[in-house]
């Protein structure tokens, strides 16, 4: 495959639509679901995801092809996201905080488990959620993460545990353990 | 298995993407543990929601959007309002404290050390004045301290350091030869109220004075480096 990219590459800068279309076509559910988990929000997802995409497209002569084409992309996309992030916290907050909500018990039949792992996502700090996500839902090893992120693999492993730690205690907190499958 | 090591062995499972029933020493851990059952319990609820949690299906006019925009010859990849810079307020409040500090100590230093537009400091083309030019510096130079000191009227100090008489405005514009830097400044509004500050400030701006002189000899540039 990653020949396969490479040459995908090179018929793209050579100005072969085709080439980037399918570019496009196999790392857009990647991309795309990386902006959605980061950004939590839909449309801003597939705004980041174009972006992302025109600047790798237009930049694609930088990539160096050593390098893997996907951590890459991703890194170009959570740099978007980081952006999109940082000019949404400079935008006046809603006066009804996500933390004003009762507690899950309450009505645990109309949350899912997988709304309260999305929500739990969207407290952790950037770092930990963008290490985890990569690991858990993009399936890139420990050392692609490195290489999207620029630090060394113990920082992300680091950062994928106290992820996986602040996501469990989130869910204890909210009285939803109780209600999932027996573990182990 | 202790309780201290369950979390990391916990973790190491998942690194290896293996599931946690796998992990056999677990199992047997959190039998007998219940804080560590919550926890193994916590964890595969994380996975289990990490599945469910909404993933809503990648539009399929991302590709086609994004080729025609590659393609297209000399359009911009913002997509969205061009960016608005934020100065922090800090960033302000530090800028002009600068320009204050700049205007308040930096330019009457600056001018009264005999810089700036000092006749001495111009090139000359004239060898006679070149020759004569330490004679004029010494003469030009602001009498010591303890001459300043000793006068005792404070209005009258600053004619004492700048004896000189000073040339109009008018005859400084039409022969600019015969300008010098103090009558320009002189002539200049606002000018009493900058030396009342160079004055209020020289607590401090003598010994700056002093070290920043001390490195210009240092350094050679300064004006016993250029006497030397």
């Known amino acids: ?184 | 298995m202790q309780c201290e090591r369950f979390e990391s062995r916990l973790n190491e499972v998942l690194d290896a993407r293996q599931p946690l029933s796998s992990a056999g020493d677990l199992g047997e851990h959190i039998r007998t543990c219940a804080p560590c059952r919550e926890l193994a319990r916590a964890y595969e609820a994380m996975l289990v929601g990490l599945q469910q949690a909404e993933m809503p299906p990648e539009p399929a006019w991302l590709t086609p959007r994004v080729v025609s925009q590659v393609r297209r010859p000399g359009s911009s990849t913002t997509l969205h309002q061009p960016r608005v810079l934020y100065f922090p307020r800090w960033a302000t409040v530090a800028v002009a404290a600068a320009a204050v500090l700049v205007a308040g100590i930096g330019l009457p230093w600056f001018f009264n050390r005999g810089g700036g537009l000092a006749d001495n400091d111009r090139p000359t083309a004239d060898p006679a004045r070149r020759q004569r030019a330490p004679e004029i510096a010494e003469a030009r130079r602001p009498p010591r301290n303890t001459e300043v000191r000793s006068i005792a009227r404070p209005d009258k100090r600053r004619d004492a350091v700048r004896p000189a008489a000073r040339t109009p405005l008018a005859t400084a514009f039409l022969d600019p030869t015969q300008l010098k830097a103090d009558d320009l400044i002189g002539s200049l509004p606002g000018t009493e109220w900058a030396h009342d500050v160079a004055d209020g400030l020289q607590p401090v701006t003598k010994p700056t004075v002093g070290v920043i002189n001390g490195f210009l000899q240092l350094w050679g540039i300064g004006e016993e480096g250029r006497r030397s």
């Open chain 1, 1 to 184: 495959m990653p020949d396969d990219v490479s040459e995908l590459v090179r018929r793209s800068l050579s100005g072969e639509e085709s080439a980037t279309t399918e570019l496009v076509d196999r790392f857009r559910g990647h991309v795309f679901g990386l902006c959605y988990r980061m950004l939590g929000h839909r449309q801003d997802a597939e705004d980041v995801a174009q972006e992302s995409f025109v600047r790798a497209m237009r930049s694609l002569a930088n990539w160096d092809s050593q390098r893997g084409f996907l951590p890459w992309l991703l890194a170009i996309a959570g740099n978007r996201c980081r952006t999109v992030l940082a000019a949404r916290r400079r935008l006046p907050k809603p006066s009804c905080e996500v933390e004003a909500l009762p507690d899950a018990r309450s009505f645990r039949r109309e949350r899912h488990l997988g709304e309260e792992v999305a929500l739990a996502l969207g407290r952790l700090r950037y770092e930990y959620r963008q290490a985890f996500v990569l690991f858990h839902e993009q399936e890139l090893t420990y050392a692609e993460i490195a290489d999207v992120l620029g630090c060394p693999v113990g920082t992300v492993k680091t950062w994928v545990h106290r992820a996986r730690r602040e996501l469990a205690d989130h869910l204890r907190r909210r009285g939803v353990v109780e209600e999932s499958s027996d573990a182990v």
